[in-house]
T-cell receptor, first 113, second 110 residues
Framework: EAAVTQSPRNKVAVTGGKVTLSCNQTNNHNNMYWYRQDTGHGLRLIHYSYGAGSTEKGDIPDGYKASRPSQENFSLILELATPSQTSVYFC????????????FGSGTRLLVI | GQGVEQPDNLMSVEGTFARVNCTYSTSGFNGLSWYQQREGHAPVFLSYVVLDGLKDSGHFSTFLSRSNGYSYLLLTELQIKDSASYLCAVREPNYNVLYFGSGTKLTVEP
Protein backbone atom coordinates (compact mmCIF):
# COMPACT_ATOMS: atom_id res chain seq x y z
CA GLU A 1 0.00 0.00 0.00
CA ALA A 2 1.30 3.42 -0.98
CA ALA A 3 2.31 5.44 2.02
CA VAL A 4 4.37 8.24 3.52
CA THR A 5 6.59 7.18 6.41
CA GLN A 6 8.26 9.62 8.76
CA SER A 7 11.05 8.91 11.21
CA PRO A 8 11.54 9.34 14.04
CA ARG A 9 8.02 9.57 15.49
CA ASN A 10 9.31 11.43 18.52
CA LYS A 11 12.57 13.26 19.09
CA VAL A 12 14.13 15.19 21.94
CA ALA A 13 17.06 17.38 20.89
CA VAL A 14 19.41 19.74 22.67
CA THR A 15 19.59 23.43 21.78
CA GLY A 16 22.38 23.93 19.24
CA GLY A 17 22.36 20.32 18.13
CA LYS A 18 21.70 19.01 14.64
CA VAL A 19 18.41 17.27 13.90
CA THR A 20 17.43 15.39 10.76
CA LEU A 21 13.83 14.41 10.11
CA SER A 22 13.33 11.79 7.42
CA CYS A 23 10.46 11.12 5.08
CA ASN A 24 9.99 8.26 2.64
CA GLN A 25 7.12 7.84 0.16
CA THR A 26 6.11 4.86 -1.95
CA ASN A 27 3.44 6.74 -3.92
CA ASN A 28 5.78 7.65 -6.80
CA HIS A 29 4.67 11.26 -6.37
CA ASN A 30 6.72 14.06 -7.87
CA ASN A 31 6.10 16.58 -5.12
CA MET A 32 6.97 16.41 -1.46
CA TYR A 33 6.38 18.93 1.33
CA TRP A 34 7.42 19.68 4.90
CA TYR A 35 5.01 21.48 7.24
CA ARG A 36 5.09 22.29 10.90
CA GLN A 37 1.96 22.54 13.01
CA ASP A 38 1.63 24.66 16.13
CA THR A 39 -1.44 25.59 18.11
CA GLY A 40 -3.06 28.69 16.64
CA HIS A 41 -1.03 28.56 13.41
CA GLY A 42 -2.24 25.50 11.62
CA LEU A 43 0.06 23.88 9.07
CA ARG A 44 2.82 26.15 7.81
CA LEU A 45 4.96 25.29 4.80
CA ILE A 46 8.71 25.08 5.44
CA HIS A 47 10.19 23.57 2.27
CA TYR A 48 8.94 21.62 -0.72
CA SER A 49 10.35 19.75 -3.68
CA TYR A 50 9.06 18.99 -7.16
CA GLY A 51 11.48 16.19 -7.89
CA ALA A 52 14.77 14.56 -7.02
CA GLY A 53 17.52 17.13 -6.59
CA SER A 54 15.14 20.10 -6.15
CA THR A 55 14.22 22.01 -3.00
CA GLU A 56 12.19 25.20 -2.73
CA LYS A 57 11.56 27.54 0.19
CA GLY A 58 8.08 27.75 1.65
CA ASP A 59 6.69 30.42 3.95
CA ILE A 60 8.94 29.79 6.98
CA PRO A 61 12.30 28.36 5.76
CA ASP A 62 14.60 30.17 8.19
CA GLY A 63 16.55 27.75 10.38
CA TYR A 64 15.73 24.76 8.15
CA LYS A 65 17.37 23.06 5.20
CA ALA A 66 15.90 20.37 2.99
CA SER A 67 17.34 17.59 0.89
CA ARG A 68 15.70 15.49 -1.85
CA PRO A 69 18.28 12.91 -2.91
CA SER A 70 15.74 10.68 -4.64
CA GLN A 71 12.08 10.52 -5.70
CA GLU A 72 11.27 8.61 -2.51
CA ASN A 73 13.16 10.55 0.16
CA PHE A 74 12.86 14.09 1.47
CA SER A 75 14.69 15.19 4.62
CA LEU A 76 14.34 18.24 6.81
CA ILE A 77 17.51 19.37 8.55
CA LEU A 78 17.85 21.65 11.55
CA GLU A 79 21.56 22.51 11.69
CA LEU A 80 21.33 24.40 15.01
CA ALA A 81 18.11 23.47 16.75
CA THR A 82 16.38 26.08 18.92
CA PRO A 83 13.48 25.75 21.41
CA SER A 84 11.28 27.75 18.99
CA GLN A 85 11.50 24.79 16.60
CA THR A 86 9.65 22.58 19.07
CA SER A 87 6.63 21.49 17.05
CA VAL A 88 4.91 18.68 15.20
CA TYR A 89 6.33 18.21 11.70
CA PHE A 90 4.36 16.65 8.86
CA CYS A 91 5.72 15.41 5.58
CA UNK A 92 3.39 14.98 2.60
CA UNK A 93 3.61 13.83 -0.99
CA UNK A 94 1.44 14.76 -3.96
CA UNK A 95 1.14 14.87 -7.73
CA UNK A 96 1.43 18.04 -9.79
CA UNK A 97 -2.25 17.86 -10.80
CA UNK A 98 -4.34 20.30 -8.73
CA UNK A 99 -7.19 17.92 -8.00
CA UNK A 100 -4.95 15.30 -6.48
CA UNK A 101 -4.86 14.73 -2.77
CA UNK A 102 -1.81 15.06 -0.53
CA UNK A 103 -0.80 11.95 1.37
CA PHE A 104 0.48 12.87 4.81
CA GLY A 105 2.87 11.02 7.06
CA SER A 106 1.95 10.41 10.69
CA GLY A 107 4.06 13.31 11.92
CA THR A 108 7.19 13.77 14.02
CA ARG A 109 6.90 15.37 17.44
CA LEU A 110 10.10 17.33 18.12
CA LEU A 111 11.02 18.81 21.48
CA VAL A 112 14.09 21.04 21.65
CA ILE A 113 15.34 21.63 25.20
CA GLY B 1 1.95 32.72 0.25
CA GLN B 2 -1.77 32.93 0.73
CA GLY B 3 -3.97 34.34 3.53
CA VAL B 4 -6.44 31.69 4.70
CA GLU B 5 -8.71 32.42 7.66
CA GLN B 6 -10.98 30.14 9.68
CA PRO B 7 -12.78 30.55 13.02
CA ASP B 8 -11.04 28.75 15.86
CA ASN B 9 -14.00 26.87 17.31
CA LEU B 10 -17.50 25.72 16.41
CA MET B 11 -20.05 23.82 18.47
CA SER B 12 -23.13 21.98 17.29
CA VAL B 13 -25.57 19.27 18.35
CA GLU B 14 -25.74 15.64 17.31
CA GLY B 15 -28.23 15.06 14.50
CA THR B 16 -28.12 18.65 13.26
CA PHE B 17 -25.62 20.34 10.97
CA ALA B 18 -22.47 22.45 11.14
CA ARG B 19 -21.01 24.92 8.66
CA VAL B 20 -17.27 25.54 8.79
CA ASN B 21 -16.34 28.81 7.11
CA CYS B 22 -13.14 29.72 5.30
CA THR B 23 -12.08 33.00 3.70
CA TYR B 24 -8.98 33.50 1.63
CA SER B 25 -6.98 36.16 -0.19
CA THR B 26 -4.63 34.86 -2.82
CA SER B 27 -2.04 35.85 -5.36
CA GLY B 28 -2.95 32.74 -7.32
CA PHE B 29 -5.74 30.19 -7.01
CA ASN B 30 -6.03 26.66 -8.29
CA GLY B 31 -8.75 25.26 -6.10
CA LEU B 32 -9.46 24.75 -2.41
CA SER B 33 -9.25 21.57 -0.36
CA TRP B 34 -10.79 20.52 2.93
CA TYR B 35 -9.15 18.14 5.40
CA GLN B 36 -10.26 16.54 8.65
CA GLN B 37 -7.71 16.17 11.42
CA ARG B 38 -8.17 14.29 14.67
CA GLU B 39 -6.02 15.04 17.70
CA GLY B 40 -2.59 13.48 17.33
CA HIS B 41 -3.17 12.35 13.76
CA ALA B 42 -2.37 13.53 10.25
CA PRO B 43 -4.89 15.46 8.14
CA VAL B 44 -7.22 13.36 6.01
CA PHE B 45 -8.50 14.63 2.65
CA LEU B 46 -12.24 15.32 2.39
CA SER B 47 -12.92 17.41 -0.69
CA TYR B 48 -11.50 19.57 -3.46
CA VAL B 49 -13.42 22.39 -5.18
CA VAL B 50 -12.35 24.72 -7.96
CA LEU B 51 -15.66 25.83 -9.52
CA ASP B 52 -18.24 28.09 -7.92
CA GLY B 53 -21.25 26.55 -6.31
CA LEU B 54 -22.19 23.70 -4.04
CA LYS B 55 -20.61 20.25 -4.34
CA ASP B 56 -22.65 17.60 -2.55
CA SER B 57 -20.74 14.57 -1.31
CA GLY B 58 -23.34 13.14 1.06
CA HIS B 59 -22.33 13.65 4.68
CA PHE B 60 -19.95 16.45 3.58
CA SER B 61 -20.78 19.22 1.11
CA THR B 62 -18.58 22.10 0.07
CA PHE B 63 -19.38 25.52 -1.34
CA LEU B 64 -17.08 27.93 -3.16
CA SER B 65 -17.42 31.56 -4.23
CA ARG B 66 -14.24 32.65 -5.98
CA SER B 67 -15.34 36.26 -6.41
CA ASN B 68 -15.82 36.56 -2.63
CA GLY B 69 -12.83 34.45 -1.61
CA TYR B 70 -15.13 32.27 0.47
CA SER B 71 -15.78 28.60 1.01
CA TYR B 72 -17.60 26.49 3.55
CA LEU B 73 -17.74 22.84 4.53
CA LEU B 74 -21.20 21.66 5.50
CA LEU B 75 -21.59 18.57 7.66
CA THR B 76 -25.13 17.19 7.96
CA GLU B 77 -26.67 14.65 10.33
CA LEU B 78 -23.86 15.22 12.75
CA GLN B 79 -22.48 12.40 14.85
CA ILE B 80 -20.32 12.66 17.94
CA LYS B 81 -17.44 11.16 15.93
CA ASP B 82 -17.49 14.19 13.61
CA SER B 83 -15.82 16.09 16.43
CA ALA B 84 -12.43 17.00 14.97
CA SER B 85 -10.53 19.91 13.46
CA TYR B 86 -11.37 20.88 9.89
CA LEU B 87 -8.68 22.51 7.80
CA CYS B 88 -9.19 24.65 4.74
CA ALA B 89 -6.29 24.88 2.27
CA VAL B 90 -5.86 26.95 -0.88
CA ARG B 91 -3.91 25.46 -3.80
CA GLU B 92 -1.33 27.63 -5.47
CA PRO B 93 -1.01 27.20 -9.25
CA ASN B 94 2.62 26.08 -9.30
CA TYR B 95 3.65 22.69 -7.93
CA ASN B 96 0.27 22.10 -6.26
CA VAL B 97 1.41 23.78 -3.03
CA LEU B 98 -1.27 23.95 -0.33
CA TYR B 99 -1.57 26.89 2.06
CA PHE B 100 -3.57 25.98 5.15
CA GLY B 101 -5.77 27.93 7.48
CA SER B 102 -5.32 27.40 11.21
CA GLY B 103 -8.27 25.00 11.35
CA THR B 104 -11.65 25.02 13.05
CA LYS B 105 -12.21 22.70 15.99
CA LEU B 106 -15.72 21.30 15.77
CA THR B 107 -17.31 19.91 18.92
CA VAL B 108 -20.49 17.89 18.48
CA GLU B 109 -22.53 17.60 21.68
CA PRO B 110 -25.20 15.00 22.47
Amino acid sequence: EAAVTQSPRNKVAVTGGKVTLSCNQTNNHNNMYWYRQDTGHGLRLIHYSYGAGSTEKGDIPDGYKASRPSQENFSLILELATPSQTSVYFCASGLRQPNSDYTFGSGTRLLVI
Amino acid sequence: GQGVEQPDNLMSVEGTFARVNCTYSTSGFNGLSWYQQREGHAPVFLSYVVLDGLKDSGHFSTFLSRSNGYSYLLLTELQIKDSASYLCAVREPNYNVLYFGSGTKLTVEP
